[in-house]
């Protein structure tokens, strides 16, 4: 089939992400000599200032990596918790039914930097230093700008010029964003990384002990200050029409660090998919496949309407138990055996029919879950397509005004593997921060005011996030790291990849370049959480037939442009041959690899 670029092949090292720059930076690491884990730090640290609209120091990333000396893989946990101000009654004293998506009220503890430092001190070679300096140059001398965070600085220009002075301080000049093809520069956040570095190693010249020092820096030293500082002090417009200030203190920061987890795993015609836990969304894959296992899929086109509506199906009920079960697994006993469990997957495969269904199902499950109310979801619309200008959620392809996320994957000639979802931060989610310049996170906004949900607000609790990189393992060895952005969509869009790799032999630049979908049947997880019944998203290059073979089976279809579905990245180990492709969406995901 044609593809907009070739699947790169090699033996050295491979890179894949979002935005070219990132993935020459992590690629320029290997070329150094350090590894998988020393190279997706050093890109991911990029992807903050080139895709500023997308992700920032102060947000959040999960990941999965896979250490060829251990032989394991793990999840790194870079989700930070509610304050433990975040009570239900403070946000119910407000006046708030839905938490904000923007503005301070919503951030949680930032967890992105110290996840990439664990993974730096635990498994990277190399120095604090050595990993920070590409940013830090790009910082001072200039970053170029492409259409996507032009068109979304545009859009929130007279927001952020009237409410957020320290963001228009970096991102505006004269009330007006830059245009693509502009440089921008962020001196004040190449001085806070240089900051970090010269009091780390003022400490020690011991690596791992300057990796530490600038943990603590970020947790209690002047980054923390500043932070806390700004939560606690002027308050800011946000979502909810008035100034609030945040509920950030410093013992929220200092108590809490990245931790490491166990993946959640099934296996799946000789492939083991891993996924983060259900403090995530990354379960309603493995279900969505558990559904799928038997369904007959590589006989199906998988452009025809007969995949579409049976993958869109099992997506529905993945995302409605997602709704009904999932939490932070230190507060809610989320019933994970049994939602894998071969009964409880055969019940639920039944409900899978031969016409759209319109209602939302969650599984089921003795002392389990909770009566979502999906009539109210229905009827939260969201205004002006998303809120322009304030930056809530993480859109399609076709809603670029709102937030986003990154993704990057990588992979060196020793086998160790990086997938890691970096999001959160956004620099039109929130105020940025003068001495340190970069913004809170907005992750609260997923936690829902009902207290019987799993996901209820609550102190000192993972959100469930929508973060979810991917990672597989065929018959038994390390085989492939995969992740897109798109909120919600983003186990959809994974999903749909990997099934066309799997069943219909599509190498990885097939599989991303094949036309996509996705539903929008059950509740968003962003700012205002509404939903839209049936509704199923479709790239315009399908075949127009197919679309009215949709419509007929009972499914709500929106066709939108011809490449709007996804931002998938993808890089595969197959006893040193290395392979990977990138999202031609956007025009600006690049792989590297030689």
């Known amino acids: 089939m044609f593809t907009t670029r070739p699947e790169l092949v090699g033996t050295f090292g491979a890179a894949a992400s979002t935005h070219w720059l990132a993935s020459q930076v992590s690629m320029s690491i290997l070329e150094r000599g350090g590894n998988a884990f020393d190279g997706a730090v050093a890109g991911g640290f990029m992807l903050q200032l080139c895709e500023p609209h997308m992700n920032g120091p102060a947000g959040d990333v999960p990941l999965i990596i896979y250490s060829a000396e251990e032989e394991q893989a793990r999840v790194i946990c870079g989700?930070?918790?509610?304050?433990?101000?975040?009570?239900?009654?403070?946000?119910?004293?407000?006046?708030?039914e839905v938490i904000p998506g923007t503005g301070l009220l919503a951030a949680c503890v930032p967890g992105a930097f110290d996840a990439w430092m664990l993974m730096l001190r635990d498994y990277g070679k190399m120095s604090l230093r050595e990993v920070l300096e590409p940013?830090?140059?790009?910082?001072?001398?200039?970053?170029p700008i492409t259409a996507s965070p032009a068109g979304i600085i545009g859009a929130a220009a007279e927001m952020i010029d009237k409410h957020w002075p320290s963001t228009a301080a970096i991102y505006l000049k004269d009330g007006k964003g830059p245009k693509a093809g502009d440089f921008y520069t962020n001196p004040q956040l190449a001085k806070t990384?240089?900051?970090?570095?010269?009091?780390?190693?003022?400490?020690?010249?011991?690596?791992?002990?300057?990796?530490?020092?600038?943990?603590?820096?970020?947790?209690?030293?002047?980054?923390?200050?500043?932070?806390?500082?700004?939560?606690?002090?002027?308050?800011?417009y946000d979502q909810t029409g008035k100034k609030n200030n945040g509920l950030l203190v410093?013992?929220?920061?200092?108590?809490?660090?990245?931790?490491?987890?166990?993946?959640?795993?099934?296996?799946?015609?000789?492939?083991?998919?891993?996924?983060?836990?259900?403090?995530?969304?990354?379960?309603?894959?493995?279900?969505?496949?558990?559904?799928?296992?038997?369904?007959?899929?590589?006989?199906?086109?998988?452009v025809g309407s007969k995949f579409v509506h049976t993958v869109i199906e099992a997506m529905k009920l993945a995302y409605a138990d997602r709704e009904a079960f999932y939490g932070d697994p230190d507060y809610v006993d989320v019933p994970m055996e049994v939602l894998f469990s071969e009964e409880y997957i055969s019940s639920r495969r039944q409900l899978?029919?031969?016409?759209?269904?319109?209602?939302?199902?969650?599984?089921?499950?003795?002392?389990?879950?909770?009566?979502?109310?999906?009539?109210?979801?229905?009827?939260?619309?969201?205004?002006?397509?998303?809120?322009?200008?304030?930056?809530?959620?993480?859109?399609?392809?076709?809603?670029?005004?709102?937030?986003?996320?990154?993704?990057?994957?990588?992979?060196?000639?020793?086998?160790?593997?990086?997938?890691?979802?970096?999001?959160?931060?956004?620099?039109?989610?929130s105020p940025a921060i003068p001495e340190l310049g970069?913004?809170?996170?907005?992750?609260?906004?997923?936690?829902?005011?009902?207290?019987?949900?799993?996901?209820?607000?609550?102190?000192?609790?993972?959100?469930r996030t929508t973060l979810t990189p991917s990672m597989a393992l065929k018959n038994g060895k390390p085989y492939l790291a995969y992740g897109t952005p798109g909120g919600d969509q983003q186990d959809q869009w994974q999903l749909i990849m990997i099934l066309r790799h799997i069943h219909h032999g599509m190498n990885l630049q097939e599989a991303i370049d094949c036309p996509s979908f996705h539903s929008e049947h059950f509740p968003s997880s962003f700012y205002p959480r509404h939903a839209q019944r049936g509704r199923l998203v479709m790239e315009g290059r399908f075949d127009a037939k197919v679309v009215e073979e949709l419509?007929?089976?009972?499914?709500?279809?929106?066709?939108?442009?011809?490449?709007?579905?996804?931002?998938?990245?993808?890089?595969s180990w197959d006893d040193g041959v290395i392979k990977t492709a990138a999202n031609p969406r956007g025009m600006q995901g690049y792989a590297v690899c030689r």
């Open 352 to 429: 899978m029919g031969g016409t759209a269904s319109l209602d939302f199902r969650p599984g089921l499950i003795e002392g389990y879950g909770f009566q979502f109310d999906y009539e109210a979801a229905l009827d939260r619309v969201p205004e002006d397509n998303g809120l322009v200008g304030f930056g809530g959620g993480e859109p399609t392809m076709a809603k670029l005004h709102k937030g986003d996320t990154c993704h990057l994957d990588v992979i060196d000639k020793w086998g160790n593997m990086v997938s890691a979802t970096p999001s959160g931060g956004w620099l039109q989610s």
């Open 250 to 302: 410093a013992e929220d920061l200092k108590n809490w660090r990245a931790s490491y987890d166990e993946p959640v795993s099934i296996d799946y015609h000789g492939h083991t998919i891993l996924k983060c836990g259900p403090w995530s969304q990354g379960p309603v894959q493995l279900q969505a496949l558990s559904l799928l296992k038997d369904a007959g899929l590589a006989d199906m086109d998988p």
């Open 551 to 571: 419509r007929e089976l009972g499914h709500d279809v929106v066709v939108g442009d011809d490449w709007s579905e996804g931002r998938l990245s993808a890089a």
């Open 79 to 96: 989700q930070g918790p509610t304050p433990a101000a975040a009570t239900r009654e403070k946000y119910e004293e407000l006046g708030i």
């Open 438 to 463: 970069f913004c809170l996170g907005t992750r609260t906004q997923m936690m829902w005011m009902d207290e019987e949900s799993p996901s209820v607000i609550g102190p000192k609790k993972r959100p």
């Open 135 to 143: 940013t830090i140059e790009y910082a001072e001398k200039g970053c």
């Open 193 to 236: 990384w240089r900051r970090v570095i010269e009091d780390a190693e003022g400490v020690s010249s011991d690596r791992i002990e300057q990796i530490d020092a600038a943990r603590d820096i970020w947790a209690e030293g002047f980054i923390a200050e500043a932070m806390v500082e700004f939560s606690q002090g002027e308050p800011h």
